[in-house]
């Protein structure tokens, strides 16, 4: 399980039988203390969080896991909404902000 923030929404018009219905998001992949690493990716989301929230993700096998249908081909999904989220030397580091803004 990885942290990232919600950058945006992506629209499909057409999609997998199994992904209808489930949203999409850009997250750029971040560290505990909210520095961007590596590139933005898309996620599948079944939690609606929306830009700007910090999420936990998980990527292979258990993204496709994640969603409420039998099987859908993603790479990445959204598991949680963050609310807090600590380093390992215990620097807090606030998850809630508004909507396109970062800590």
Request: cysteine-free.
């Amino acid at each position: 399980m990885e942290l990232a923030r919600v950058l945006g929404r992506v629209v499909a018009t057409v999609k997998y039988e199994t992904l209808q219905g489930v949203k999409l998001l850009v997250i750029q992949p971040e560290d505990a203390n909210g520095a961007p690493q590596g590139d933005p990716l898309i996620a599948a989301d079944a939690l609606q969080a929306g830009p700007g929230d910090r999420v936990s993700w998980v990527g292979g096998r258990e993204a496709a896991m994640t969603l409420p249908r039998e099987f859908a081909p993603v790479d990445a999904a959204i598991t949680s909404i963050v609310d807090h989220a600590w380093s390992d030397r215990g620097a807090h580091v606030p998850a809630a902000t508004k909507a396109g803004s970062r800590p």
